[in-house]
């Protein structure tokens, strides 16, 4: 069984408001174990609504869309429905009269434009809203080459949106699949420090089409995310499926992997500094202090990241005779542990007016001292410039990790 998701109204399509109701009603029908194939957004024209309908009528078996259920003459999903399905619209008196409840109960007189909020295609349910004027709209539409699709229609307040389809339709759904109810769950694997492409071909033919679990890849400033997805006749089902290629996963991948779910980083950090009872300090020039930001952002009490500063070249004595970024950098890790007292000093910097006519011009370089050894790297400021200070921070908090695995 297959889905699509209708999201309704210029403001969408416009780029005014951004569409979280698609997202998660997406979600809430892949818990059901119904696969989303289908993600259309429309403005507030009639004709296309009525195309957008029948579109979704003929390719999907469920159709949940959201907007166009208000009052007023730019809101046409009852109209777009009704002609889409061949029905007319009919006044629900029943409807009527709760809405006329609700303006009464709020003490204003209802307006004459609202009854059409009562008009309901042709054999269609109506779909409560217990805290709204703007009752949905549940339908049967009939193929000849098929099953019927069923249509849940719905308003675009996300809190009115949600409530409804708690209620309503997700038990209506479940009452559709009955015993032939499937699961579709996820899990997210977090990988850094190599290239997509490379990842992917360390991966003995995981990433294909057809292939269940299927596991999917993308990319995110740098961070490698691996979608693993199985569908089977429980959640625990789903979940022991996937185990054998998430094993397959870290064993080809090893350390790049470092963490799941909503993991970054940074809470990988956090949580090794306290696993082995350590701490660290950051100094950081020219990459927009990110690192510094995101272990605040974590460990807010400051238990194991202790302090943090930007710095110059003038900060180091003696930096004039430092003639690379590397030996700079170096001494800032030095002088950041020392300064601070930690086990770890880290130190991330671009610093183009050193040596100039090097390659090292073009890089980051990072460097963690600890009490018995100094490690210092360059990385090459490739990519979009958007990414480029995201890159540095986590190639920083990465080595940092890696010290940290082998403490």
Known sequence: MNAEVIAIGDELTSGLRLDTNTQWLS?????LGIRVLFHTTVGDDLDANVR???????????????GGLGPTADDLTRDAVAEASGTVLELNEEVLSHIESMFAR??????????????FPTGSRVIQNPHGTAPGIDID???????????????GVPAEMREM???TVAPALIDVLGENRRFIRHRRIKCFGIGESDLERM??????????PSVGITVSRATITLRVTAEAESEAECYRAMEPTIATIHDCLGSLVFGEEDDELQHVVVRLLA?????????EWGTGALAMQWLREVDIDNNHFIAGHTFSEKSVTGSKSLTSDKDLVGAFARQCRGQFDTDFGLAIGHIPTVDRQSSLSECVSIALASPSDLLVKSFPL????????????KQALNLLRHALLEC
């Open 27 to 31: 979600q809430r029908l892949g818990d």
């Open 275 to 283: 696993e082995k009872k350590k701490t660290t300090s950051i100094a």
């Open 141 to 155: 539409v009939t193929h000849s080459r098929r099953s019927p699709s069923r249509l849940f229609a719905l308003p």
């Open 203 to 212: 991966l003995p033919n995981l990433i294909r089409r057809g292939r269940q």
């Open 382 to 393: 490739a990519g979009h410039p958007d990414i480029v200070n995201a890159r540095a921070a």
């Open 165 to 167: 389809w708690e209620e």
């Open 106 to 119: 709020r003490q204003r007189p209802m307006p004459r434009q609202n009854v059409v909020q009562a008009k």
């Open 52 to 66: 957008v309908f029948r579109e979704a009528f003929d390719r999907a078996n469920i159709i949940v869309s959201t």
